[in-house]
């Protein structure tokens, strides 16, 4: 038995507080819970009242006992918390914690089901519409250069019709980054009975990227039938077409003097005075998996491309159809690199190199390329190298290529310095010398075999000038067997 007596403050009483340790000891057993902690919290406070009664009741400051039992309450409540308290955390997790480990997941958009819905959901943004007028595409360029750029969304089976010449173009000329999305049957075209001018004109600072689009019946004295871009200016297509346009200087589809990549795309039955029957570029030019198809120069060369002092990169697609005075592929000065395209069915009809021509200290790679069934009336049907350039074919088929009328090269001609490496030279045609091979340079073979060619005269397979040098390697594979009337003239380690 515990006897505490202490004054009532309120009344001048003592207070007779008796405890008994056998409330602790009898009844049954209680689990430890809110119910005992209650209890031993009011029996707490219970004493402090007694301790401040006793200790106010004898004059001794009462602060140093208050601040013991406030912390003997604060640890109270602490441990409480933790033995007690996990409804209140489960709660607390519920309303607070739960919701922001769920935000965490839905936010990063990789955890949680939310997340992933809301990240696949999310939409492309979308252009500005125009209407099937010209008049409202003209509005909408010409206000998107004013704030500095737009994508402009194109109305579906619609035929923009230009019909008035803005400063050599029918549209404004690009000055910002412009997009324009097209769809099925979307046309740009210069109406028949109009004042002959382009469609686009790229000036400095202007990007214009194209997609889904046909631009057709443009048509200028000067270069860039269909396109002109400007030194500093860029063009990007992608899945369009550029057909059908006319100029009287170079580039009858697209003039580069700045950049341009055409990708996925067609540039076909264009025509030009001099140069780039489809694409003229003394910039830079990139062409990945389309088709450089059926376009003319009428007095020049690069029925297809024309790269002069400047780099063209070529990937996949085809080079075909396309007729010039001088090759479908000219490389003037500069760097060309030709990978994964078939060149067929080109025809020079008044110089060499049916299918690609490399001059004037120029440089031209091609890897995995198939020259077939290109027509030059002379010295090459199929590659022109001329003296001072530069040529490397690797991994590649030329195939039934024809000089028809002038000396020889069937399949090539060779004054500069070129290297051919796991190449098949097969089938080729030549009216005088050289079936396969007329070299009057320095030529190195790797593992290439020159088969089954034809010269009317001499050499069927390679005919060696003499002042030119054949490098057969025949250690690597290199074999030249069945042509005719013969191997080889003037050719070290071939049989003849």
Known sequence: ?????????????????????????????????????????????????VTGLALGAVGVAASPAADALGRTLTAADDHGGDRGGDRGKRDAGKHDGGKRKHDDKGKDGKK?????????????????????????????????????????????????????DIDGAGLPAITAPITLNGGK?????????????????????????????????????????????????????????????????????????????????????NTAATEGGGIYSTGLLEVVKSHIDNNTVTNGGGGGISSATSTVTVKGGTISGNFANISALRVVGGIGTVTGTTFTNNTARSSGGGAARVESDGQLTMRKVNLTDNTASALGGALFVESESFAVVEDSIIKNNTNTLVAGGGGIYNAGQTVIRHTKIIGNQAPDIGGGIYNEGTISLFATKVVENIALTDGGGIFNAVAGTVNLNTATGTIVIKNRPNNCVNVPGCAG
Not at 22 to 38: E, H, I, M, N, W
Not at 140 to 159: E, F, P
């Open 1 to 49: 038995m515990v006897r505490v007596v202490g004054p009532c403050r309120s009344r001048g009483k003592d207070i007779d507080f008796t405890m008994s340790n056998q409330d602790q000891t009898q009844g049954p057993v209680r689990p430890v819970g809110r119910r005992a902690k209650s209890r031993w919290r009011w029996w707490a406070v219970g004493l402090a009242g």
């Open 112 to 164: 949680g089901k939310d997340g992933e819905k809301s990240k696949g959901s999310e939409k492309k943004p979308t252009g500005i519409p125009v209407p099937c007028d010209a008049d409202a595409l003209i509005a909408q360029i010409t206000l998107a250069n004013a704030r500095g750029g737009a994508v402009l969304d194109l109305a579906k089976d619609c035929t923009y019709l230009l019909t008035a």
């Open 185 to 269: 049957k979307t046309t740009i075209e210069r109406a028949a009975a109009v004042d002959e001018f382009r469609i686009f004109t790229v000036d400095v600072g202007g990007d214009l990227t194209l997609n889904k689009l046909t631009v057709t019946g443009g048509q200028t004295d000067g270069d860039g039938g269909g396109i002109l871009v400007n030194a500093g200016g860029a063009l990007t297509t992608t899945h369009s077409t550029i057909t059908r346009n006319i100029s009287g200087g170079s580039g009858g589809g697209i003039a580069n003097n700045g950049t341009t990549r055409v990708k996925y795309s067609t540039v076909d039955r």
